[in-house]
């Protein structure tokens, strides 16, 4: 069966499997955390595809590595943004996944594309939101002053990094700290963060319905939080 042919959920080996789509532009160390955990089997899921706006980078490579399939194309060999999305977009929705995931992914989506996927796409973004949008998010936290920083998993709107936020993960800021002191800090715990999220999507414990979040059939009124074990709690 080819793989577009499985439905959103497919059933594998040990129960249901959630069709994972990676979207990443760099180093790619929140997709091997994806991959490790998929291999090492304590994530029920599978990366149907790893997508790409930068064909060099390292995380196609880790793809590349694992078997995945790959697809990359660079931003200039299209007319604007809406046209390099119609073509990323239309290839993930023939492979119809579960969920979408930004995994350090650093284009901006265009509205139209991210409104159509409203509730099936997660962005992980290194700061407490919604504090820090954007860019330089380390730099502008201890420009800030901040005395707390971290990581957030939310769903993808047409606003940049401003849908609603599903987890968190916090760490302490030191006053001696540098820019990759902390970048470093958040980058630890960025990947349990991550790997939580996308299990309880597996698990059926975290459902969207357009932007609304439910967590263990409850509405989510606040962001999960990451404790110190890697649970994710509400
Ligand atoms: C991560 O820190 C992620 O939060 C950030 O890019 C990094 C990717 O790391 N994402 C953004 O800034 C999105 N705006 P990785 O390539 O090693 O996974």
């Given at each position: 069966?080819?793989?577009?042919?499985?439905p959103?959920?497919?059933?594998?080996?040990?129960?249901?499997?959630?069709?994972i789509?990676?979207?990443?532009?760099?180093?790619?160390?929140?997709?091997?955390?994806?991959?490790?955990?998929?291999?090492?089997?304590s994530?029920?899921?599978?990366?149907?595809?790893?997508?790409?706006d930068?064909?060099?980078?390292?995380a196609?490579?880790?793809?590349?590595?694992?078997?995945i399939?790959?697809?990359?194309?660079?931003?200039?060999?299209?007319?604007?943004?809406e046209?390099?999305?119609?073509?990323?977009?239309?290839?993930?929705?023939?492979?119809?996944?579960?969920?979408?995931?930004c995994?350090?992914?650093?284009?901006?989506?265009?509205?139209?594309?991210?409104?159509?996927?409203v509730?099936?796409?997660?962005?992980?973004?290194p700061?407490?939101?919604?504090r820090?949008p954007?860019?330089?998010?380390?730099?502008?936290?201890?420009?800030a002053?901040?005395?707390?920083?971290?990581?957030?998993?939310?769903?993808?709107?047409?606003?940049?990094d401003a849908?609603?936020?599903?987890?968190?993960?916090?760490?302490p800021?030191?006053?001696?700290?540098?820019?990759?002191a902390?970048s470093?800090?958040?980058?630890?715990?960025?990947?349990p963060?991550?790997?939580?999220?996308?299990?309880l999507?597996?698990d059926?414990?975290l459902?969207?319905?357009g932007?609304?979040?439910?967590?263990d059939?409850?509405p989510?009124?606040?962001?999960?939080?990451?404790?110190?074990?890697?649970?994710?709690?509400?």
């Amino acid at each position: 069966m080819a793989d577009r042919d499985i439905p959103a959920f497919a059933v594998g080996g040990s129960g249901q499997t959630l069709r994972i789509v990676v979207l990443a532009s760099g180093n790619g160390s929140n997709l091997q955390a994806l991959i490790d955990a998929i291999a090492s089997k304590s994530l029920p899921a599978c990366i149907v595809a790893v997508c790409s706006d930068k064909p060099d980078c390292l995380a196609l490579q880790r793809a590349q590595q694992a078997g995945i399939a790959t697809w990359a194309q660079r931003p200039r060999d299209f007319a604007n943004r809406e046209a390099f999305d119609d073509a990323l977009f239309a290839h993930i929705d023939t492979l119809q996944p579960a969920l979408i995931v930004c995994a350090g992914y650093m284009r901006v989506i265009s509205a139209t594309a991210a409104q159509r996927h409203v509730g099936q796409m997660i962005n992980l973004h290194p700061s407490l939101l919604p504090r820090h949008p954007g860019l330089h998010t380390h730099a502008r936290a201890l420009e800030a002053g901040d005395r707390e920083h971290g990581a957030s998993v939310h769903l993808v709107t047409a606003e940049l990094d401003a849908g609603p936020v599903i987890a968190q993960a916090r760490v302490p800021v030191h006053g001696n700290d540098s820019e990759d002191a902390l970048s470093h800090r958040v980058r630890a715990r960025e990947h349990p963060l991550l790997l939580g999220v996308v299990a309880l999507f597996a698990d059926h414990r975290l459902r969207t319905d357009g932007n609304a979040i439910t967590f263990d059939g409850r509405p989510l009124d606040s962001p999960l939080q990451l404790d110190c074990h890697d649970q994710l709690q509400r």
